[in-house]
């Protein structure tokens, strides 16, 4: 579990000091289940930086943050056994375009999050936080508060950049990848962190308490009803969206860290739409309704009444098919660096997101990587129209000028564009 830091960490920082390294590919078994969404074909497709402050005195960089100690990573355990059970995501009934949108941004992180809006009740914040259970395990710095990855300059917090910069062997270990949920009325301190100011006075160091974005780092943040979310706040995610580092200043003390998370957001559109600034930040948009069908919403509500009763029984009676979902998602996470996308698919891409004027070039971004993800999901090596069309609604709908004239659903718009243009 287990292992030091040597010297070709110190290489990389040297050489490259922000270039990402190449992740090792590796082969593992898939079952896909075919399905569809909104009535149309291929349409959802499974079943399942630190600045020197301008203060007189020298100043040193020190983290009031928790040391996790032996001590501590047993009353975890403790804990994990002893905490609420999260409903089980193989459970989760229909909904196939959410959960195909949250699998691809687990497999790829870059792909740039996913927004959820749909109906009260449809399950947006029980699927999402079922999730937890199958992210995967990430090499981290031990006793860090950044979850810094070792090999990856860009991911590092300043004091495992320079220790690492000095020679030093610093011990890592595997953990769980973080799902942090954003509160609505959280305050900006506790979001971004705080800076002891009177330690600073007194003892002439930066004492940062990190806050919700560095515990996010390398991880999921999850805003639920996001689009209540205060503009402050909303400025916040965005500063740190676009740069993936989070900057607090406070009386001339200036103090970094990474914070490079996959942005989930939910909400119902009756309560208010989103600014366009943010929901350009989003890499795919997930759209949720009601299930109209008698025999599924029977199914749905058996299903819940049984997790109700003996929620550990209903987790046990789905750990074969979470674990199995699992092992999918690390197989393609690791496949992902070797699958390919022609050329001919990439310019009928660019050509969808032209003939649809969709602004900035995100839209093209986003669905090529949305793509790959799948195909990798998949266990494919390459890329087909097939996967391009189950992913280029969710990658554009969001990105389309509204018409407040248009009657058609975007969605809609998006894939009878897709037909014309690959046909």
């Known amino acids: 579990m287990a292992s030091v830091l040597g010297t070709s960490a110190t290489a990389i920082l040297a050489s490259r000091p922000f270039t990402s390294p190449t992740p090792k590919p590796s082969v593992s078994t898939l079952t896909l289940t075919p399905g569809q969404g909104n009535g149309r074909k291929f349409y959802g497709g499974i079943g399942i930086h630190s600045k ?20 501590e990573l047993a009353q975890k355990l403790a804990a994990k056994e002893s905490q609420r059970p999260v409903y089980p995501f193989p459970a989760i009934v229909g909904q196939d375009e959410m959960k ?93 962190g705080t800076i002891d100011i009177e330690k600073a006075l007194t003892e002439g160091v930066k004492a940062f308490e990190p806050g919700l974005l560095a515990k996010a780092n390398r991880g999921i943040l999850y805003v639920d009803e996001v689009n209540l979310l205060d503009d402050h706040l909303v400025d916040v995610l965005l500063d740190s969206a676009a ?28 309560e208010g739409e989103l600014r366009p600034q943010l929901l350009d930040r989003f890499g795919m948009h997930a ?40 092992q999918q998602i690390s197989a393609a996470r690791s496949s ?20 649809l004027n969709v602004d900035g070039l995100r839209g093209d971004i986003v669905t090529n990587r949305a ?22 609604p969710n990658c554009l709908r969001h990105r389309l000028r509204k018409d407040p004239l248009e009657s058609i659903d975007s969605g809609l718009l998006v894939i009878e564009k897709f037909y014309e243009v690959f046909s």
């Open 243 to 270: 740069s993936g580092w989070n900057t607090v200043e406070r009386e001339g003390i200036s103090i970094s860290h990474p914070a490079r998370f996959i942005l989930i957001g939910s909400g119902n559109p009756e």
């Open 336 to 355: 992902l660096s070797s699958v390919q996308i022609d050329h001919d698919l990439k310019v009928k891409i660019s050509k969808v997101c032209s003939e």
């Open 52 to 71: 020197r402050g301008r203060s007189q005195f020298h100043v040193a960089i020190t983290n009031v943050a928790t040391d996790i100690n032996s001590a």
């Open 287 to 326: 759209q949720v309704g009601t299930v109209r069908d008698a025999e599924l919403r029977v199914k749905i509500v058996e299903e819940r009444a049984r997790f109700d009763r003996n929620p550990k029984e209903f987790r046990h009676s789905y750990k074969a098919e979470q674990e199995k979902l699992q």
């Open 100 to 192: 195909l949108c949250l699998l691809l941004n687990v497999i790829d992180p870059k792909i740039g999050g996913v927004m959820i809006m749909g109906d009260r009740g449809t399950g947006k914040s029980t699927t999402v936080r079922s999730l937890v259970d199958l992210l995967p395990e990430i090499k981290v710095v031990a006793r860090d508060p950044y979850n810094s990855d070792p090999e990856d300059p860009e991911s590092m917090g300043m004091e495992v950049r320079e220790s690492i910069m000095k020679g030093e062997k610093l011990p890592t270990v595997l953990a769980k990848i973080n799902m942090v949920d954003l509160p609505l009325g959280a305050t900006e301190d506790r979001v971004c």
């Open 371 to 392: 793509a790959k993800a799948l195909a990798s999901l998949k266990r494919r090596d390459k890329v087909t129209a097939e996967d391009i069309a189950t992913v280029i």
